[in-house]
């Protein structure tokens, strides 16, 4: 049976506020202005009664002029920001995750650290190394009780265990990184390429970086990607190019999605057939079946969103 969801919540970066829309018909609802500069990403509690914004600052990776150091808590029954937890003197808060000891792990871009949150004491409990001054974005893989970050001009990904809440080590990629996923089973790691239109394949257990996937129909490299629940597809999301490619992980099969301008990042449906994403430039979503390859709808929200959530 497929869960249906509440309501979404969208994250919109130009507007410097965060929007609450209708899961079906994509309408706004509700906003929370007076954001903290500037809301950028966006994560949920396992429960789904919370969301988590970091402020990363006015700028982006490599160039934040003023980064900031607060991460946003907010209500989603009751639509509302129920506080900030300041993460000083960690500066640009960027992808934060939740790990099965319910702690938040958050990519402090700037301070090249990650921050370890205990969202119930509304503070900073540690401060882990990842060996990189250019960590952007992480994934949690609970089972093998590892976070992995994306160090984007390193070219590298840092192994960190958390249980020890230290750096084991790096894998080696040959080329810059720009985006970061990894398979359900943990088996896999999933790295978008900075430099060619191409995803690398990276085996968890030893390190070992297989065959690239060229991306068919991108004529630039691509930066976020994330693979389906049933880890049967990769969505791969080009970088200011309005192209979306879902792969196929077993049989390499690509369909090309035209989506608006600016694709940033976006959301499954709980029904396992839908991504909705977000295009910044065009102040639009796409929302895409992922089994036929096409966008079934486009719906103008906001004036930029950079990501979004179904809760």
Not at 42 to 52: G, I
Not at 102 to 128: M, T
Not at 277 to 300: C, F, K, M
Request: proline share 6%; glycine share 8%; aromatic share 4%.
């Amino acid at each position: 049976m497929t869960i249906e969801p509440r309501g979404i919540i969208a994250v919109d970066k130009v507007g410097d506020r965060i929007l609450f829309l209708d899961p079906r018909s994509l309408a706004i609802i509700s906003e929370i202005r007076d954001m903290p500069c500037l809301p950028h990403e966006l994560t949920l509690s396992p429960d789904r009664s919370r969301a988590f914004v970091p402020a990363f600052g006015d700028g982006a990776h490599g160039d934040n002029p003023h980064p900031n150091h607060l991460l946003s808590v907010i209500d989603l029954d009751r639509r509302v920001r129920l506080s900030d937890i300041d993460l000083s003197p960690l500066q640009a808060p960027h992808t934060l995750r939740f790990a099965p000891d319910g702690l938040l792990y958050v990519a402090c871009e700037d301070s090249g650290k990650i921050a370890v949150v205990d969202v119930d004491k509304g503070r900073v409990v540690d401060r882990v190394e990842t060996g990189s001054t250019n960590s952007h974005r992480l994934v949690v893989l609970g089972a093998r009780g590892l976070i992995c970050t994306d160090n984007e001009e390193d070219g590298s990904i840092s192994l960190i265990d958390i249980k020890q809440r230290c750096l084991l080590g790096k894998i080696a990629l040959p080329d810059p990184i720009a985006g970061i996923a990894a398979s359900p089973d943990e088996a896999t790691l999933y790295c978008t390429s900075g430099r060619e239109p191409r995803v690398w394949p990276v085996s968890v257990a030893d390190g070992a970086v297989g065959v690239p996937i060229d991306l068919r129909d991108h004529e630039k490299s691509a930066q976020v990607i994330r693979v389906t629940r049933d880890g049967k597809r990769l969505v791969v999301v080009g970088d200011q190019e309005p192209v979306v490619s879902v792969i196929d992980i077993t049989t390499l099969e690509q369909r090309s999605v035209r989506v608006g301008a600016k694709p940033m990042d976006g959301a499954f449906h709980f029904d396992g057939k839908t991504f909705l994403l977000a295009n910044e430039e065009s102040a639009t979503l796409s929302e895409i079946d992922l089994n036929s390859g096409r966008v079934t709808r486009t719906a103008s929200v906001g004036t930029g969103c950079e990501t979004l959530a179904y809760f």
